[in-house]
């Protein structure tokens, strides 16, 4: 139906969001900052030709494991896992770099909107 309307002259892109800016973004609204326990990263250039996927996983946050990681190597962040403080109870999220985000039912109503907000603030 959109396409009819727009006369079939609508394209659509996918977006590509920065999960680490989504949640930097999302500590605005909580408690006290989170803290990245796990992320994904795939396409690292190891060398030509070669390119790896990685899971960090960690008992502290792991974007100081990243950048030793890396090593300024290009490479695409697929998705993290924080521990985020809300309403003084600890929780776990997952963002993507598709723009989906997981979270346990017991936050809905605060979340949403934090997080559609935080989006925003990323997409900037």
Known sequence: ?????????????????????????LNYSLDEPAIIESLQISDLDVMPGVTAKALLRGTKDVRVALDHLTQKKKYSLDRIQAKISIDSRRTTIQLSSKGAAKFGNEHVSTLRLALREALKLALQ
């Open 1 to 25: 139906k959109l396409l009819e309307i727009c006369n079939f002259k609508l394209s659509l892109a996918a977006l590509d969001i920065n999960p680490i800016k989504w949640i930097e973004c």
